[in-house]
């Protein structure tokens, strides 16, 4: 077989950080650099890499689109003598801006390949922010012509990819950043499929890796041989640089089949997406240490677990903030977890602030019954401690509502509301019991906490209760977690009608006071911390509610 049979193409599963055009830079020629050395004819980036993804808004910034187009053209010249790169890098024409692909090649910028199909659902808003393009042609590098769909351009059946190959496109390959939800490998492998079976061609796609705000790309790029059979996927969530290579053959090109490690069972994929989201969240905007208040409730004990697993046990500080209606269990289970884990412990009692808030407000409060309010105080005085550590010791606050509370707002604002992540944000009550139960049982390479029964099985097999009065638990105020849940999911997750949960065996008023929480709480989340999304229904970008809403459900 000789040379002009062969094709070697690196492919560079990265973590590029929004806005740092020349670190993204650096790591795209390092990745030059590895291909060269493997003697590759091309290396490619994935979608936007140069800028980081996704940059929403920055990128309609001239300063910024400028600045990365200059870095793009400047990049071609120190990779003229070796491997053709493809990166991701908007492309302003004068008049429009693209979501571009570069093809850079002997010292020039050869092709700015164009995204045509803009996705605005979900996360994605670029038909906000880019121009849609007309059909591009494929790319003939050394003996292979090449067609590149740019992400949602190889989602849609019958389009982009057809017209490509009826180019004469012999081998297609996706660079992408497609965020993590659950299941989402195997959804791409069935979208991708679709895409081989309608033109005949093999398919490589490319993911990046990596956390952004709330999501995570999670890598496991892959490759599809012309059958639609995998010829090989890399890890997800590792950064990867690896060198495929092709063939070409009496009935066209294949890949040279590789290893296919497999996806990650949902438990941990959720995991590991919990544990990078906030280490990217601290690495990249630079902060090195967390606190949390932890209770002795199952929800703060996965995050300080998560939190220790992402950062190292030694930057993180647990803080107990006991009132007289905190049990000695949970005062037991709280400092076990912190032990177990081997983080700081902080003791801190609140009875003496929260006295002399009582002693101030007494005048006013003067003939009004005790209520929630004085439950709050106790709350809000906890999260003022919490951010006065913060802003003395230079650590970010997380926050610990599971999303089964984010949901109906059973969380106090500038309370236990207040810090800068949440890592459960979009993890329900019910998947906080069995993902502590997947921790203490599981200890992964990525995880730089310890191994072990890490939460105590007290903590989770005891009722939940926010410890703001005597006796309390949170079924006196919600109905039980496993109904709450089912409910949230038809409500939230899956935009169900009340009609059809009540079909479904559900208590109709049960249903409708969990319709009336989710509604009132709006004004609540559009308050909230970020958190890592786990879901393609995640409180934030996936589902944008207004705040003022008199619409209820009449069925």
């Given at each position: 077989?000789d ?10 599963q990265?973590?590029?950080v929004?806005?740092?055009?020349p670190?993204?830079?650096?790591m795209?020629r ?8 493997a ?5 490619m980036?994935t979608e936007?890499?140069?800028?980081g ?5 920055l990128?309609?910034?001239p300063?910024f689109?400028?600045?990365a187009m200059?870095a793009c053209?400047a990049l071609a010249?120190d ?6 790169m ?11 801006l693209y979501n571009?692909?570069?093809v ?6 050869r092709?700015?390949?164009l ?8 996360v994605?808003?670029e038909?906000?922010l880019?121009s ?5 042609d494929?790319?003939?590098?050394g ?9 949602e351009?190889?989602?849609w059946?019958d389009?982009v990819?057809e017209n490509?190959?009826d180019?004469?496109?012999e081998v297609l ?14 959804t791409r492998?069935?979208v991708?499929r679709a895409r ?8 490589i796609?490319l993911?990046m890796?990596g956390?952004?705000?709330d999501q995570?790309f ?7 041989d012309a ?7 890399f890890r997800e969530f ?5 060198h495929?290579?092709?063939?070409k053959?009496?009935?066209?090109w294949?890949?040279?089949?590789g290893e296919?490690?497999p996806?990650?069972?949902?438990y941990?994929?959720?995991?590991r997406v919990?544990?990078?989201s906030?280490?990217d969240?601290?690495g990249?905007t630079g902060f090195k ?6 209770s002795g409730g199952i929800d703060s004990a ?6 220790a697993?992402?950062l190292g ?15 000695q269990?949970?005062?037991d289970?709280a400092?076990a977890?912190?032990?177990r884990?081997g983080?700081?412990y902080d ?6 602030p929260r006295?002399?808030v ?6 006013l409060?003067?003939g009004?019954?005790p209520?929630l309010?004085?439950?709050n105080?106790q709350?809000?005085?906890r999260?003022l ?16 509502g599971?999303k089964?509370?984010v949901a109906?707002?059973y969380?106090t604002i500038?309370g236990?509301m207040?810090?800068?992540y ?6 329900y009550k ?5 993902t502590c ?8 390479d990525?995880m730089m906490?310890?191994?072990?029964e890490?939460?105590?099985v007290s903590?989770?097999?005891k009722p939940p ?5 005597d ?5 006196d ?5 496993e109904?709450?849940d089912?409910?949230l ?6 935009e169900?009608?009340v ?5 479904q065996?559900f ?6 006071k969990?319709?009336?929480?989710i ?5 609540k989340r ?9 879901t393609?229904r995640?409180?934030?970008l996936?589902r944008?509610?207004?705040?003022v809403?008199r619409w209820?459900?009449k069925t």
């Open positions: 077989m040379m002009a049979d062969t094709f070697r193409l690196t492919l560079a990265l973590n590029p929004v806005g740092d055009i670190g993204n830079a650096d795209a390092a990745a030059w650099t590895a291909a060269k050395e003697g590759a004819d091309m290396v980036l936007s890499f140069l800028t993804y996704q940059p929403q808004d990128v309609m910034r300063a689109w400028s600045e200059e053209e010249k990779v003229a003598d070796g491997p053709v493809g990166i991701g890098c908007p492309y302003h024409d004068g008049k429009d571009a692909y570069w850079l090649e002997g010292g020039r910028v092709r700015r390949i995204k045509q199909m803009l996705p605005n659902e979900t994605f808003d038909k906000r880019f849609h393009a007309e059909p591009q494929p790319i003939k590098i003996p292979l012509t090449l067609g590149i769909p740019i992400c351009d190889a989602w059946p389009a990819c490509l190959a180019k004469g496109a390959a996706v660079p992408n950043g497609s965020p993590y939800y659950r299941g989402k490998v195997e492998h069935g991708m081989v079976e309608e033109t005949g061609l093999p398919l796609y993911n890796v956390g952004q705000d995570v999670d890598g496991a790029s892959f490759g599809m059958q639609g059979e995998l010829a090989f996927q590792d950064e990867v640089i690896r495929v290579d092709l063939e053959g009496d009935d066209g294949r890949i040279v089949p296919v490690v996806a990650l069972p949902a941990e994929a959720d995991y919990m544990v990078q906030l280490r969240y601290m990249k240490k967390v606190l949390l208040g932890l996965i995050v300080a677990t998560i939190a697993d992402a046990p030694e930057n993180v500080r647990c803080v107990m903030l006991p009132s007289e209606y905190t049990s269990g949970s005062l289970d400092k977890v912190a032990e884990l983080c700081h003791f801190v009692p609140i009875k003496g006295d002399a009582t002693e101030a407000l007494a005048p409060f003067e009004y019954a209520d309010t004085e439950e105080i709350s809000r005085l999260g401690l919490l951010m006065a550590m913060s802003n003395k010791f230079g650590e970010m606050l997380l926050t610990t599971n089964s509370e109906v707002g969380a500038y236990d207040a810090g800068g949440n890592p459960i944000k979009d993890l019910m998947r906080v019991f069995e139960r997947w921790r203490n049982a599981n200890h992964r990525w906490g310890p191994a072990g890490v939460i105590p903590i989770i097999d209760s926010a410890e703001l009065r006796d309390q638990k949170d079924s105020s919600l109905p039980p977690y109904v709450l089912a409910i999911e038809g409500l939230v997750d899956k169900l009608s009609a059809e949960l009540v079909a065996g208590d109709r008023d049960t249903v409708k969990v319709e009336h929480l509604f009132i709480s709006e004004y559009f308050q909230s911390a970020p958190g890592a999304r786990l393609m995640s409180f934030w996936d944008r509610y207004p705040i809403n209820r459900d």
